[in-house]
């Protein structure tokens, strides 16, 4: 989506790379499987566009305390199932009753409405943490509209 807030990247003073959100997040999302620790960072941006949010530096202070909506947090646990959907696949993984690793079969690698409630409660959790891990990495969120 164009209205991805946290993706500018590029070279500060003196040539240096700039650290994205994303990537500065990264450093406070360490107990996920390495490989999708940056995708999903990365794809905050992506999620809170979805619900008219966007990422800005963190300068108001009490804004660490943002917390979503019920009907929020259902579409974003939503969206990071389908992410995590697409990686898996984008991986080479496949639906399997059963996990298996060597084979990349996955019992989850189904439809929101299909994934059991134990393990919806996985996304619903990790979305959750969003707005204080953006607070530790240096970012807040806010509405981009009044109205959303």
Request: hydrophobic fraction near 30%; proline fraction near 5%.
């Amino acid at each position: 989506g164009g209205r991805c807030t946290h993706t500018a990247t590029g070279r500060g003073p003196k040539g240096r790379t700039l650290l994205t959100p994303g990537r500065r997040l990264l450093r406070t999302v360490r107990r996920l499987p390495p490989r999708s620790n940056r995708r999903q960072a990365d794809h905050i941006g992506v999620k809170l566009a979805a619900i008219g949010c966007g990422i800005k530096p963190w300068r108001d202070y009490g804004k660490e305390k943002f917390s979503f909506k019920n009907e929020e947090i259902f579409k974003l646990a939503k969206i990071e199932h389908e992410r995590w959907c697409e990686d898996k696949k984008h991986e080479g993984w496949k639906y399997g009753e059963k996990r298996d690793d060597i084979r990349k079969l996955h019992p989850d690698l189904v439809d929101w409405d299909s994934l059991p409630d134990s393990e919806r409660v996985k996304d619903i959790e990790t979305v959750k943490l969003i707005p204080s891990l953006l607070a530790r990495a240096g970012f807040q969120i806010y509405k981009l509209k009044d109205n959303v």
